[in-house]
């Protein structure tokens, strides 16, 4: 696609309740992350993805988030169980030549995630 | 652990002026990049100006440069020419360079620059 894409735009959600948010990077990047946005904070990184597997996830808060991706391409975070402290900004990136100088990474627009 | 600060919260420039952003770091790796990212209420994160530490020349991306002082580990971010499109929220974003991924950023908490016509 164009640019990377990120659905829902906005979740409400009630506690307790479990929520999934998608990512669909730039074609052909190989390398995909998440990270959170705080109100009022910076971003928080997540996890990695290197094709289909993660590296790198050692961000995830708690075993209530899990994340995968699928050929290469589209990925999922999942939160169980959710809790108030969950609400924020949930965004992805993708890169097309990850652990290189030129790396650059492209955003989405994030997901809006807020439990009642 | 590293650290990135941001002391300003928010910044206000009047159109066409000059405004420089803070933006302080604690670390003890030597090798390392440093990195300004605009983000608009639209939420997506748009790379700005990106500096490598072992480079003694402060990066300039057009109206947008830094000020980068490695040893006393400060990287602020000049605007020059301000216009109303740059009004946004800008966040100072630090890697260690260990040959991985460079997505494991470590960001501050972000300035809120308000451009007045």
């Known amino acids: 696609g164009a640019g990377v894409s990120q659905s829902p735009s906005n979740k409400v959600t009630e506690k307790g309740k479990d929520v999934e948010l998608r990512c669909d990077p730039i074609?052909?990047?190989?390398?995909l992350y998440w990270y959170r946005q705080s109100l009022g904070q910076g971003l928080e990184f997540l996890i990695y993805?290197?094709?289909?597997?993660?590296?790198?996830k050692s961000g995830l808060p708690s075993d209530r988030f899990s994340a995968e991706r699928t050929g290469g391409s589209v990925s999922t975070l999942t939160i169980q169980r959710t809790q108030q402290e969950d609400s924020a900004v949930y965004l992805c990136?993708?890169?097309?030549?990850?652990?290189?100088?030129?790396?650059?990474?492209?955003f989405g627009s994030g997901t809006q995630l807020s439990v009642l | 652990a590293q650290t990135v600060t941001q002391s300003q919260p928010e910044m206000s420039v009047q159109e066409a002026e000059t405004v420089t952003l803070s933006c302080t770091y604690d670390t003890s790796e030597s090798d390392y990049y440093l990195f300004w990212y605009k983000q608009p209420p639209s939420r997506q994160m748009i790379l700005v100006i990106r500096q490598e530490a072992y480079k003694q020349q402060n990066a300039t991306e057009n109206r947008f440069s830094v000020n980068f002082q490695k040893a006393a580990k400060s990287f602020s971010l000049k605007i020059s020419d301000s216009q109303l499109g740059d009004a946004a929220m800008y966040f100072c974003a630090y890697r260690r360079n260990y040959g991985g991924s460079q997505g494991n950023l470590i960001f501050g908490k972000g300035t809120k620059l308000s451009v007045k016509p």
């Open positions: 993805f290197q094709g289909n597997s993660a590296p790198d």
């Open positions: 990136a993708s890169s097309q030549n990850p652990g290189t100088t030129n790396e650059k990474l492209f």
């Open positions: 074609s052909g990047h190989t390398a």
